[in-house]
């Protein structure tokens, strides 16, 4: 039974507010720059005008440093060669999926190696408060106000085929996903009340840490991400070194950076000008996620503004009949953009392995054709926009389907959610790719930034 925002924050102090500019000051002169690995371009969605790469070459790295923002997204590199020192960030997703504790050891590890230092703390926030993810009392929630709020550990996305989980409570989390090497009472948790009222307290909890040792906060909003980020900023200034595994907005809050307003029809028309999808009449959108999200965002597209649908069939493409398959969605999507905007969606029954290997294989078949599906469109009917829906789906579409190297987030194309990219070189450029996350909006999202792409 979901709890209402009311009754989860009963006996809390109230938020303090505190400004971007703040936590910015609070940098004073560190030069440092984040880069944030992302293992899907869902994690851009909370930040502006900052660059971002899919790939990892020197060259490209060192164009990202150089364009002097305080945060790279890529999807080590370039810093001795540009003199600036790197901090790493690994992007989770706010509902507890992904690689963890994997990816942020690996980088301690990396971090110890390369400059023999070792790593005192991970912190771990997954909370989105736009997509209506929070964490209060340790347990992390996925739900919204309206509706109410769910402990993750009972929702669909604790159920995922890949990176299912079982615990809702962040430490008790930490210890599932390393089964067991780091128990839950080795993590350090950083009560919502301390956060809003003992600054002091919280900066002596961070420099507490050690070997590696697991951080979770609470966070309801932007105003604790920012107080936390200035208790980062003085544990990092006496000597404290961390990793971050954090969801989308904890980079914005980071760095300082003000809640970006979404992008209108203007600031879309001067990304077309002069490129190749500047006079295009009909957009691409390709939808590969099969959360229930993303199957309600759809049928209301689908209702509002009936546009052409495709479908790529899995069973299909999974089968001798794929070539032939692909064929005739590709012939058709060009036809009908001349017209319109067009919908790919991969078919909505999810089709699952023996195990999670066997799942996996199967997902990556699927990416090749809707990457494939993209690549032929392109060459043949570049098309007004791309909208890429869902994690793995945006990730390929960008690197793969669009072969985009180096692009800017310029900003949300809703409130705090879905980013757009402005792609600064390749065949894709100047035409504005979307990135979607499958589990984020309510029912009218996707038709309304249809809506505001076919203007």
Same mark, same amino acid.
């Not at 906060?217 to 404290?240: H, K, M, N, T, W």
């Given at each position: ?10 006996? =809390?102090?109230?938020? $303090? ?19 944030? !690995? ?26 990202? !440093? ?16 540009? %003199? ?24 301690a590890q990396c971090i110890a190696e390369h400059d023999g230092e070792r790593v005192d703390g991970i912190v771990i926030v997954p909370a989105f408060g736009d997509a ?7 347990? /992390? =929630? ?22 299912? =989980? ?33 600054? +002091? $307290? ?62 209108e029809s203007e600031d879309l028309a001067a990304i077309r000008k002069g490129g190749l999808a500047e006079d295009a009449v009909g957009g691409l959108i390709m939808v ?12 209301? !597209? ?10 790529? +069939? ?10 032939? /398959? ?13 017209? %319109? ?18 799942? !996996? ?18 060459? $043949? ?8 829906? %869902?994690?793995?789906?945006?990730? +390929? ?7 985009m190297t180096k692009a800017f987030v310029r900003g949300p194309m809703l409130p705090g959610i879905v980013s757009l990219w402005e792609p600064v070189e390749g065949p894709?450029?100047?035409?504005? =790719?979307?990135?979607? $996350? ?18």
């Open positions: 039974m979901p709890i209402s925002f009311e009754d989860l924050l009963v006996g =809390y102090p109230p938020t $303090a507010e505190i400004s971007a500019a703040q936590v910015a000051a609070a940098a004073g002169s560190d030069r440092r720059v984040f880069v944030v !690995l992302d293992d899907d371009p869902t994690g851009t969605q909370s930040v502006a005008d900052l660059p971002v790469l899919t790939d990892w070459s020197v060259e490209s790295m060192q164009w990202a !440093l150089s364009q002097e923002r305080p945060a790279v997204y890529v999807m080590t590199a370039a810093s001795e060669r540009t %003199g600036i020192r790197v901090d790493f960030v690994s992007r989770s997703d706010s509902t507890l999926r992904g690689h963890f504790p994997l990816e942020p050891q690996v980088l209506g993810r929070i964490t209060v009392g340790g347990i /992390h =929630y996925a739900g919204s106000m309206a509706d109410g709020f769910t402990a993750c550990g009972e929702t669909e996305f604790a159920r995922d085929a890949t990176f299912g =989980y079982r615990s809702s409570r962040l430490a008790e989390w930490v210890e599932e996903k390393s089964e067991g090497a780091i128990p839950a009472s080795a993590v350090i948790e950083i009560p919502l009340g301390e956060l809003r009222t003992d600054l +002091d $307290a919280v900066v002596a909890r961070l420099r507490s840490a050690s070997d590696e040792q697991p951080i979770v906060p609470d966070i309801v909003d932007e105003y604790d991400l920012r107080r936390f980020s200035l208790a980062l900023q003085q544990a990092e200034d006496a000597g404290s070194r961390f990793i971050y595994r954090v969801g989308p907005p904890f980079v914005r809050a980071r760095i300082g950076q003000d809640v970006h307003p979404p992008l590969g996620s099969h959360v229930q999200q993303t199957t309600r965002q759809l049928e209301a !597209l689908r209702a509002l503004r009936e546009p052409v649908e495709l479908e790529i +069939d899995v069973r299909t493409v999974l089968s001798e009949g794929r070539d032939a /398959h692909l064929d005739e969605i590709v012939e058709q999507a060009v036809a009908q953009l001349a017209k %319109g905007n067009v919908v790919v969606r991969t078919s909505r029954t999810l089709v699952t392995g023996s195990d999670a290997a066997d799942s !996996l294989a199967i997902a990556r078949a699927v990416s090749d054709a809707v990457v494939e599906v993209v690549q032929r469109v392109l060459v $043949a009917s570049p098309p007004r926009f791309v909208i890429a829906k %869902g994690g793995i789906t945006s990730s +390929d579409v960008a690197a793969r389907g669009l072969s894709a450029r100047g035409i504005p =790719y979307i990135v979607f $996350a499958g589990n984020v909006g309510d029912q009218n999202s996707l038709a309304e930034v249809v809506d505001k792409l076919s203007r």
